[in-house]
């Protein structure tokens, strides 16, 4: 079975940057981390410890000066659902999930999940079902469908909805050869620019760089996050008229600076081409083809900005019959065979069982981060614009090809009063926080969020003074 190095290892390689030294990064602990048969740990640890070993060769090559980076997997499997260890003012932040979220079991006996937490994805499920605002309503309705033709018209409908599937199912998906053939993290070279070199030290790995960050829900800012606490100045860009999910966007939301733009005008594009002139990395969340129809695709980016780092999430890729479906972790566990599977291990065969955590959304921050972070190195040396490619359905492949622990479920699982050395106070537009602090740690330059979170919207869309 690989080791958390073994993985860092191969994703260092997958994003082109040369061979680290065995002594580069300490990778401290076992698993299992929490109670899963899936290895969230290893996936945890490898990952944030990849971005860690990014920003120590960004700060060794900015400055000369090497520093011990580590990344404990205990700590590093918490964090992959930090939202669940945040308190503000000193009271856990409400239920995020809609009423009606969560699986059901069909009239052919297989179950689907709904994703209802957006009012627009809520309302037009019910619409699609005919039923009212309730679960008992929901379950009565999709007694009568059966699970794939009810994925089918809800995803003709634009809704997030997944039927459930074991791995034997999800294997002959048409989708999932698609997925079987690209790797877990994808960077690429998308057009000519002169090298750019990394700016003057400055007092951590990532000052003086400008990321623009158009992302919602978890994974996407998972990736700003990781990028401001290395000192990054991180621009997040949502819509004024787009719902957002409330508390959940605090933990995410930590060292950003809040802006809205419409972009259905061009006054509001206009600026947004301004500040992308001005900008290293452009990350985005969008379905394919989204932001293109805006005149923000990456060639479009590219032109605006040569030598930009165009970062894109997508839920299922962006090639395959599926490729322009709408999905979130939830689902994406669901239609590939996860939840199946984690419910077989746990000794509950055919009863659906989630992760312990959002382990493919966080892992997929991480992982567009580390493309990020490589992309800059490698237009240091090498010049060009970059475009990296990370899909949640393609991490899920990924953790599902990690292998499997056998013993799994003998993992703790911890509650918030459990890790009091693992958080720490902030400050934030909301109240005194109580959030995870970051597992990657650096010995010389260490994490820290230097700017407390705050609302959507609270900033104005400019960079800040380098």
């Avoid at 008992?136 to 009810?150: C, R, T, Y």
């Avoid at 918030?416 to 109580?434: E, N, R, Y």
Wanted: proline share 8%.
């Amino acid at each position: 079975m690989l080791t958390s190095r073994d993985i860092l290892n191969d994703l260092w390689r997958l994003v082109g940057l040369p061979p680290m030294a065995p002594d580069a990064i300490a990778l401290p602990g076992s698993e299992p981390a929490l109670p899963s048969s899936f290895r969230v740990g290893a996936a945890a640890q490898a990952s944030i410890g990849a971005v860690t070993l990014a920003a120590a060769e960004i700060w060794r090559r900015r400055t000369g000066q090497a520093q011990a980076a580590s990344v404990d997997l205990r700590h590093a499997a918490l964090e992959f659902r930090s939202g669940n260890y945040l308190l503000v003012d000193g009271a856990a932040p409400p239920d995020p999930w809609d009423a009606i979220a969560g699986a059901y079991r069909c009239g052919d006996g297989r179950y689907v999940r709904l994703h209802t937490n957006f009012p627009h994805h809520r309302d037009g499920v019910l619409k699609l079902l005919g039923c009212a605002y309730s679960r008992d309503a929901v379950a009565a309705a999709l007694s009568g469908w059966q699970a794939e033709a009810f994925e089918a018209a809800a995803t003709d409908a634009g809704l997030v909805v997944a039927a459930m599937r074991d791995f034997g199912a999800w294997d002959a998906h048409p989708h999932a050869a698609f997925i079987a053939a690209q790797p877990v993290i994808t960077l690429e070279r998308i057009g000519d620019a002169p090298p750019i070199p990394l700016p003057p030290a400055g007092s951590r790995p990532l000052s003086g760089l400008r990321a623009l960050d158009l992302t919602r829900v978890i994974a996407g800012p998972v990736c700003g996050r990781v990028l401001a606490a290395h000192g990054a100045d991180v621009l997040r860009i949502t819509g004024p008229h787009l719902p957002s999910l409330g508390h959940a966007e605090i933990d995410v939301g930590r060292g950003k600076l809040q802006a809205a733009l419409d972009l259905r005008t061009e006054p509001d594009r206009a600026t947004l081409r301004g500040l992308i002139a001005d900008a290293d990395i452009f990350t985005q969340g969008y379905r394919p083809g989204t932001l293109a129809a805006r005149g923000f695709g990456p060639q479009d980016v590219a032109a605006l900005k040569p030598g930009i780092i165009y970062v894109s999430l997508s839920a299922y890729g962006e090639v395959g019959p599926w490729a322009g479906k709408r999905g979130f972790d939830s689902l994406v566990q669901t239609a590939t065979g996860i939840n199946m599977a984690e419910g077989e291990a746990a000794g509950t065969p055919g009863q659906p069982r989630v992760l312990p955590c959002q382990a493919l959304d966080h892992a997929s921050g991480y992982l567009l981060a580390l493309g990020a972070l490589a992309g800059l190195l490698r237009r240091a040396e090498e010049g060009g614009s970059w475009r990296v490619g990370v899909a949640l359905a393609t991490t899920g492949h990924w953790l599902r090809g990690l292998g499997r622990l056998p013993d799994g479920f003998t993992a703790p699982d911890p509650k918030i009063a459990d890790i009091p050395d693992l958080l720490a106070p902030m400050p934030s537009d909301f109240g005194l926080l109580t959030a995870m602090r970051h597992a990657g740690q650096l010995a010389a330059t260490p994490p820290f969020w230097s700017r407390p979170a705050a609302k959507l919207g609270s900033h104005t869309a400019a960079w800040p003074d380098r």
